[in-house]
């Protein structure tokens, strides 16, 4: 049920329709309340201020129909210019990042605004009645109308706003910087630091002694198709602690599965009844798509699939690369600095539960550089800073296990400059390599 509803929340806040949405469903209960008011008396105190309300009928019809035809057709701009910049970005940058776009609270408050304040008019609207049409008395509510006018300046603001947004929004190094400080965030709020001893490297490489257990397995299946965007690792724990079961997971989140693939082998097989079958299953929320909510390595393939389109030779942009690699290289000295999770997993009694298969360091420097090398090894300037970046996270790294695994992609690259480049710059990258391995070594 957690990982749904976690899942639930990323849609929502994914998606574009979600937050105009309450915003108009404000605009509804707003709209309301303000003819409320007016029909108790509320803005008898606007009669003092003659330039404050509109005496007739007539006049506030003729001011609410046309906030409210104004605002209906600057959101359709409004959407139609989302539209665009999207199109334009995921086909420069690459389509996985079509959902950064589509989340970007500035877009959905636009749209909210206009769509809110055009039905806040049309509410208001049919509310103003004349003695002609009904034989009552007049009835203009002008705080209403007040309010619509307050609105009608909000949105110019917003439209303001958005036009300085969205250019800003597609900017490649605002695009970069947006994926780069999810990154960092994720690191920080899934990673703690390492333990007081700099020298112990407490990533998920350590042995397992006590990882294989005796007898068989009975699996527990996929019960759909698609993405893992969230393991309940809570869930798992209590399931097994409170069946005596231990579990081992086969997948991370971010890996692809098909209905019927275990997602788990599960010790002892005869303890594994059907309810509790249910209940790990439900640990796995799977979608359509890869998503940042455990995965990081989705938000570094995003940055890599940046780079690797800017060192293509179509276009031949090495500086865009070369911002990729310094948000790499920050998120990498962050996590150089960090205890990853281990494989194991025990309950309060210090009974194995889990048997988990956690991220390494050495796995993410490959997802990341790894998956650059071929296209930085190509190009002199990003070469250059691949090796730089590489020696500076090196200098934030403590554990002697991560600064080797820094110095053979280091080796690596230089292997591979040096069948890619010309003798010139290839003696450029040795020389450079040179430097990097031995502040490592140092």
Not at 80 to 97: C, D, F, Q
Not at 139 to 157: E, H, I, Q, R, T
Not at 306 to 330: E, H, K, Q, Y
Not at 432 to 440: E, P, V
Request: aromatic fraction near 6%.
């Amino acid at each position: 049920m957690k990982a749904a509803l976690v899942r639930l929340a990323d849609q929502l806040r994914q998606s574009y329709w979600f937050l105009p949405a309450v915003m108009t469903l404000g605009a509804v209960l707003l709209a309301g309340g303000m003819v409320w008011l007016d029909g108790q008396d509320g803005s008898g105190w606007m009669d003092r201020f003659a330039w404050l309300h509109a005496s007739r009928p007539s006049g506030a019809r003729q001011l609410l129909s046309a906030i409210g035809g104004s605002m209906i057709t600057v959101a359709g701009t409004v959407f139609s210019v989302t539209i665009a910049a999207v199109v334009y970005a995921s086909g420069e940058y690459g389509p996985r990042l079509l959902s950064n776009f589509m989340r970007d609270r500035g877009n959905q408050v636009t749209l909210g605004t206009f769509i809110a304040t055009f039905l806040y008019c049309i509410i208001v609207l049919r509310t103003v009645r004349s003695p002609e049409e009904s034989g009552a008395p007049a009835f203009v509510p002008n705080l209403a109308v007040l309010v619509a006018l307050l609105l009608a300046v909000c949105s110019v603001v917003v439209l303001i706003f958005f036009i300085h947004h969205v250019p800003q929004r597609i900017h490649i190094n605002s695009v970069i910087e947006d994926i780069g400080q999810r990154l960092l965030r994720e690191i920080e709020r899934r990673f703690p630091p390492l333990a007081d001893t700099p020298d112990s490297d407490s990533s998920s490489d350590a042995p397992c002694a006590d990882a294989e257990q005796p007898g068989t397995s009975s699996p527990v299946d996929a019960k759909g198709t698609g993405y893992i965007q969230l393991i309940d690792d809570e869930l798992l724990l209590r399931v097994a602690s409170e069946r005596d079961l231990v579990c081992r997971i086969r997948y991370r989140p971010g890996d692809f599965v098909h209905k019927g693939r275990a997602l788990l082998d599960v010790w002892p097989a005869a303890a594994l009844v059907d309810a509790a079958a249910r209940q790990l299953q439900a640990a796995f929320s799977l979608g359509s798509q890869r998503t940042a909510l455990q995965d990081i390595r989705f938000l570094i393939d995003e940055l890599v699939e940046i780079a690797a389109r800017a060192l293509s030779p179509g276009i031949n942009d090495p500086f865009t690369a070369v911002t990729c690699m310094d948000w790499l290289g920050a998120a990498l000295s962050d996590l150089s600095g960090c205890a990853l999770p281990q494989p194991l997993r025990r309950d309060e009694d210090g009974a194995l539960r889990i048997i988990a298969h956690p991220l390494d360091f050495e796995t993410l420097l490959d997802r990341s550089f790894g998956a650059l090398l071929q296209h930085a090894a190509a190009n002199t300037v990003a070469a250059l800073h691949f090796l730089q970046t590489l020696g500076e996270i090196a200098s934030d790294c403590a554990p002697p296990a991560r600064r080797a695994a820094l110095a053979r992609w280091i080796e690596r690259l230089d292997e591979k400059a040096s069948d890619t480049l010309a003798d010139h710059d290839a003696d450029r990258v040795a020389e450079k390599a040179a430097q990097m391995r031995a502040a490592i070594a140092a």
